[in-house]
C-alpha cells in the first residue's frame, strides 16, 4: 500500500531536550515536506527536499532541521524544542521519478504527529 | 500565488448531494484547481484536480466555470465519512511544490 508514515505519532517533550521525528514513503517519490498545523494559522511549511542531498527552507524554518539521505526518509529534528514549536506536524510526498509536471502533481501526506512541549 | 475564497462551514444531510464553491477570481490560464480534504485526525488527501473542464473521479467531481473564476467540489452522495475540512487550492506551472491551503470549508454531515 502506497503511504506516508511518521513516528511517533504523539510526543510530549520538555524544552531543550532534542527530538526527531521520522517520515518515510514507500512510493519513489522525490518530493518531500514538513509542515505544521496551528489553529487560526493553517498549514505552514517547515522545509522540503526536491531530492537526496537537497534541502531548503519552507516559510517557517526557524528552530528546525532536516536531512535527506535517503529517498524514502526524510526526518524531522527538533534541537532544542521550545513551547512555541507545539503543534500538530505533517509529512508529505510527491513527484514520483520521472514525471516532473509540477501544476497536476498530487501529495500525499502522513497521518501526522501531535507534539507537546513542556 | 492567486488567492481562493471559501465558505468557513457548510452543511448538508447524509446521502444527499453536496456543492462545495470555491471562488478564484484572480486565477491565471495556466493555474490547476486542486481539492484537498483534511477527515478529523488525519493529514490531508488529494480529491480531484482540473484546469478548464469537469472532473470525475471515484470520490468527487469537479464543475470549473467556463470564465474559471470559480469551481465547484460535488459529492453525490454525501457519508458521515465525508465530513471534512475541504481546501480549494491553485497550482500554477512555474510554482513551487509547497501547497498553500487556505481556511477551508469546513463540512458537516448530518445522519
Known amino acids: 500500500e502506497a503511504q506516508v508514515t511518521q513516528n511517533p505519532r504523539y510526543l510530549i517533550t520538555v524544552t531543550g531536550k532534542k527530538l526527531t521525528v521520522t517520515c518515510s514513503q514507500n512510493?519513489?517519490?522525490?518530493?518531500m515536506s514538513w509542515y505544521r498545523q496551528d489553529p487560526g494559522l493553517g498549514l505552514r511549511q517547515i522545509y522540503y527536499?526536491?531530492?537526496?542531498?537537497?534541502?531548503d527552507k519552507g516559510d517557517v524554518p526557524e528552530g528546525y532541521k532536516v536531512s535527506r539521505k535517503e529517498k524514502r526518509n526524510f526526518p524531522l529534528i527538533l534541537e532544542s524544542p521550545s513551547p512555541n514549536q507545539t503543534s500538530l506536524y505533517f509529512c508529505?510526498?510527491?513527484?514520483?521519478?520521472?514525471?516532473?509536471?509540477?501544476?497536476?502533481?498530487?501529495?500525499?501526506f502522513g497521518p501526522g504527529t501531535r507534539l507537546t512541549v513542556l | 500565488d492567486a488567492k481562493t475564497t471559501q465558505p468557513n462551514s457548510m452543511e448538508s444531510n447524509e446521502e444527499e448531494p453536496v456543492h462545495l464553491p470555491c471562488n478564484h477570481s484572480?486565477?491565471?490560464?495556466?493555474?490547476?484547481i486542486h481539492w484537498y480534504r483534511q477527515l478529523p485526525s488525519q493529514g490531508p488527501e488529494y480529491v480531484i484536480h482540473?484546469?478548464?473542464s469537469n472532473v470525475n473521479n471515484r470520490m468527487a467531481s469537479l464543475a470549473i466555470a467556463e470564465d474559471r473564476k470559480s469551481s465547484t467540489l460535488i459529492l453525490h452522495r454525501a457519508t458521515l465519512r465525508d465530513a471534512a475540512v475541504y481546501y480549494c487550492?491553485?497550482?500554477?506551472?512555474?510554482?513551487?511544490?509547497?501547497?498553500?491551503f487556505g481556511s477551508g470549508t469546513r463540512l458537516l454531515v448530518r445522519p
Open positions: 508529505a510526498s510527491s513527484r514520483p521519478e520521472g514525471r516532473p509536471t509540477l501544476s497536476t502533481d498530487t501529495q500525499y
Open positions: 512510493m519513489n517519490h522525490e518530493y
Open positions: 527536499s526536491m531530492n537526496v542531498e537537497v534541502t
Open positions: 484572480t486565477i491565471s490560464g495556466t493555474d490547476y
Open positions: 482540473g484546469l478548464t
Open positions: 487550492i491553485l497550482r500554477a506551472m512555474d510554482s513551487s511544490y509547497k501547497l498553500i
